[in-house]
């Protein structure tokens, strides 16, 4: 079966922009009355266990990616037997893995003291609050699981924001109401796991209406299994380094710095992470049909897509961080208010942290979507290792810093250029050195925006309004770059490309 490749990627856009914006700005209210209600140390206890959580979903394996990556031939081919195979396999595995994780969870409840430095909110048992977020974890792999998968493979990601718009404005409305009459942390997580749940039956409900020959599944033959789960070992160690590169850091904060500092930083953080959300959109609209070409037409047709991405990666990360480093502190001081602000030195190193993510995103995508994860599998647990390494050693001579800087350090010098040598120069069987020579040339042009606007951003007065000089400076850190960035590239083809791009995805004109 041949996708429409640039109509889904519209109408998914459209849609996970809409719910992307809605779980971006209503979340942010939310924040403020959560933090005004029960104080900054809850968000801090909230991304400790997240991040701990994280680890025990090792179990996974890789095994979704996995099961994606063989999706895309049946679906190409329209071979229904094969998929339902795929589907009785995922989901067997994952009943398998929500109970290994309920049961490693429980044997890691008696150490949770030892983690959290300093004191805990006098009013909650750290236990229960863990145990709640435990079965939050649990039941994602429980409940319908493997639905989800079919809609990513046949690239309608539209039909799940549908859902999720539906079933977060429910949850938000309830908490809101509980903040404001009942502020109690453990019924607050109850509503997150019961939206979840009913989330992921209506997710499942709305595959099998639109699929119904995938109703019910077959058992995978043990040659399949065997695929799946050799493939999957080669993401075995992408797991666990991205655990620890994404979840160390939530841990060694605790640990040695305490709550309410991972608190603030948590705050920065979902800002960060809800802009990553929004420019995920892009990647995420597209990543099915090029899986779908590839499988159709082979790897060589992906390249062109590759070096295309990589710019248009670059610009949007060049946009962002001139926008984080003149916006974020007058925004957290408008939002939470100056007590909640971190030293302007650290919005440095989250601007690096941001881009350093972002410039490895093109690699990370057709890496996936290649399968090449084998070859790869000891990058990113030796990055891990290092982040985690380095963080123990700096945390205690520079404190966040450190923190962030052992982050940026094991991606820079160490995960970047390994990754692109594997996927340039395997997948694509190109000249690596040369791609990680156009990356540096990119660095350097952002770094020129983020420093001019920054510059810019001077001439406001500081005696300006706040709300006034927020806005001012918005405008210049989108001006700047944009202007910078037309200068030096409006005669790249990547440039042009990158504009058609956008104009096809919002339905201006066609790819």
């Keep these: 079966m041949k ?27 939310l924040r403020s009355v959560f933090i005004h209600q029960l104080g900054v140390e809850y968000v801090g206890l909230g991304g400790l266990f997240s991040s701990l959580l994280s680890f025990l979903n090792l179990a996974e394996l890789g095994v979704g990616s996995a099961v994606l990556y063989f999706l895309y031939q049946p679906v190409a081919d329209n071979d229904v037997d094969t998929v339902r195979k795929l589907l009785g396999l995922i989901k067997n ?33 750290i236990y229960a609050i863990y145990l709640l977020n435990l079965l939050q974890t649990s039941l994602s792999y429980w409940l319908f699981a493997g ?22 404005t429910l949850r938000y409305a309830l908490q809101f109401i509980l903040l404001f009459l009942l502020p109690n942390y453990y019924i607050y997580l109850s509503i997150v796991i019961l939206t979840q749940a009913l989330e992921r039956i209506l997710i499942a409900a709305a595959v099998d209406r639109r699929y119904p020959e995938f109703r019910k599944t077959l058992p995978a ?40 500092i991972l608190g603030k930083y948590q705050n920065y953080l979902q800002i960060m992470t809800a802009v990553s959300g929004m420019i995920g959109l892009i990647n995420s609209s597209w990543y099915a049909g090029i899986g779908n070409t590839i499988a159709r037409e082979g790897i060589d047709t992906a390249y062109r897509s590759f070096i295309h991405y990589t710019f248009l990666e670059f610009c949007i990360s060049t946009f962002c961080c001139c926008c984080f ?18 030293d302007d030195g650290l919005i440095v190193c ?98 020129a925006c983020c420093a001019a606007s920054s510059l810019a951003c001077r001439i406001i007065p500081p005696g300006f309004p706040p709300l006034a000089a927020l806005f001012a400076k918005a405008a210049i850190s989108t001006a700047v770059p944009t202007a910078l960035l037309w200068g030096l590239y409006r005669r790249d083809e990547s440039w042009k490309w990158m504009l058609q791009h956008i104009l096809s995805t919002l339905r201006l004109q066609r790819t």
């Excluded at 398998?96 to 805990?120: C, D, H, M, N, Q």
């Excluded at 990513?152 to 990601?157: G, W």
């Excluded at 974020?328 to 100056?338: D, E, N, S, T, V």
């Design 3 to 29: 996708l429409n490749v640039a109509e889904n990627a519209k109408r998914n856009v459209l849609w996970g922009g809409i719910r992307k914006l809605y779980q971006t700005l209503v979340p942010f209210v």
């Design 93 to 125: 595995i994952y009943w398998k893995i929500g109970l290994f994780i309920s049961g490693a969870g429980l044997a890691l409840t008696p150490f949770l003291r030892l983690l959290v430095s300093g004191e805990v909110p006098g009013d909650i048992n």
């Design 147 to 168: 639905k989800s998968v079919v809609l990513d493979v046949y690239q309608r990601d539209d039909v799940s924001s549908r859902i999720c718009l539906a079933t977060s």
């Design 221 to 260: 033959p043990q040659e399949m299994t065997h695929k799946v789960l050799h493939k999957s070992s080669g993401l075995l160690f992408h797991k666990i380094g991205g655990v620890i590169v994404n979840s160390a850091d939530a841990l060694v904060i605790t640990g040695f710095l305490g709550l309410s």
């Design 325 to 342: 480093l003149n916006l974020y502190q007058p925004f957290i001081a408008l939002w939470l208010g100056p007590d909640l602000l971190l």
């Design 350 to 447: 989250i601007c690096l942290y941001f881009c350093s993510l972002r410039f490895m995103t093109p690699g990370n995508m057709f890496e996936n979507i290649g399968g090449i994860w084998v070859q790869d599998r000891y990058r990113p647990l030796l990055e891990g290792l290092l982040n985690l390494g380095l963080n123990l050693i700096l945390v205690q001579r520079l404190g966040m810093y450190g923190i962030l800087l052992s982050t940026i350090l094991s991606m820079v010098c160490l995960s970047m250029p390994w990754l692109y040598h594997t996927v340039v120069g395997k997948l694509f069987q190109k000249n690596s050195v040369s791609y990680l020579k156009k990356l540096l040339q990119y660095a350097v042009s952002a770094a």
